[in-house]
């Protein structure tokens, strides 16, 4: 967030006041810098003290004058400075400071781009998991009510179709981005560039129309999402498998005791069980947690692997496990 302009416009004219007044009566009246800085604070705020010394008839004229173009000009500067401090306009001043600090500091963080209904799921999602991000909002409101719960979160005011903004975020840094805009078109725009400042990075997108899948996954989107359709299948499947549903929903739940999944890359594997079975992975430093799937070379995916499967390069072990589970085992893998 920018600071409004006429802010530093009305601090610059309290100032110019200031020093034209000292000015005058130091250059007229050959006051000193202290005496003619008194004598243009009480000018100018009305307060009705004498006159520190008798003024010649040039310094009268010249403070008709004064008063008459300062002293309006004066009250509503102090005011709107004064409007500053009070309204907490100066706190968040700062705030946006510091936020841009830590923003120079992220890294290999998530950035999401629009902060509606989607945008917001995702940003909960994320602080669930500790997983750093940074926020791309044109419309302040959508922010400030969320602060107001998670007074941490990391965010840039402006729009995520300017290159300039995505560089801000750290673009080049970051290892996902999420676009949740509602125009299609935005979203392509938004993969574009993104996928041109950082060929490594994982963007999922939300499409509003089927048709726009196939674009946006052409612009360079990893992943694409549509809301609506994933929300009417998730209806449609509580009605014939509620248990399924609510046991999926519990996995993906925010509570303390609830169940994670995980993705663990073959590279990420300490060398001593690299190019081992499945079940000496799992006995070493026993976590709990328990291996439901297997993600080959080829993309595939093998669900409750037998024992004896040998874990090799280019695999993946999906992982089930409560959140502390989970932890322990990635400390593990340090």
């Known amino acids: 967030m ?35 800085l008194y004598m243009t604070i009480i000018t100018i705020t009305t307060v009705g003290y004498q006159e520190i010394r008798p003024l010649s008839d040039s310094g009268k004229i010249f403070n008709i004058f004064f008063i008459i173009l300062s002293f309006s000009t004066f ?23 510091k936020i841009m600090s830590t923003l120079d500091t992220l890294n290999h963080h998530v950035i999401i781009c629009g902060f509606g209904r989607n945008g917001q799921q ?12 940074v926020v791309i ?51 392509v ?26 674009k946006l996954k052409k612009a360079g989107a990893n992943h694409v999402i ?8 998730h209806m449609a499947t509580i009605v014939s498998k509620p248990d399924v549903v609510a046991f999926i929903d519990y996995l993906t739940g925010h509570e303390d005791e609830s169940m994670n999944i995980e ?11 690299k190019d081992t079975t499945l079940q000496h992975i799992m006995e070493w430093k026993q976590t709990g947690v328990n291996c439901i799937g297997i993600k080959q070379k080829n993309g595939r995916f093998l669900i409750n692997p037998p024992e004896n499967t040998i874990i090799s390069e280019g695999m993946k072990l999906i992982i089930l496990g409560s959140k502390q589970q989970i932890q322990k085992m990635k400390s593990n893998l340090m």
């Open 226 to 233: 549509m809301p609506d359709k994933i929300g009417g299948k």
């Open 263 to 273: 993705a663990v890359d073959y590279s990420h594997l300490p060398d001593a069980i």
């Open 189 to 214: 725009f938004i993969v574009l560039s993104a996928r041109s400042l950082n060929n490594h990075l994982q963007i999922i997108s939300r499409a509003s129309h089927t048709s726009a899948v196939a």
């Open 122 to 133: 995702a940003a909960l999602t994320l602080i669930d998991q500790q997983t750093p991000f």
């Open 2 to 36: 920018k600071v409004r302009q006429p802010l530093y416009i009305w601090a610059g004219i309290i100032i110019a006041i200031l020093a034209i007044g000292t000015l005058g009566f130091m250059v007229i009246e050959k006051w000193s810098f202290i005496d003619a």
């Open 75 to 97: 009250t509503y500067a102090l005011a709107s400075v004064t409007r500053f401090i009070v309204s907490g306009e100066m706190a968040l001043h700062f705030k946006n400071k």
């Open 137 to 187: 909002e044109p419309e302040e409101k959508h922010i400030q009510e969320f602060i107001l719960t998670y007074p941490q979160l990391i965010f840039l005011k402006g729009d995520a179709t300017d290159d300039m903004i995505l560089k801000k975020a750290g673009i080049e840094r970051a290892v996902s981005l999420i676009t949740t805009l509602p125009e299609d078109a935005d979203n």
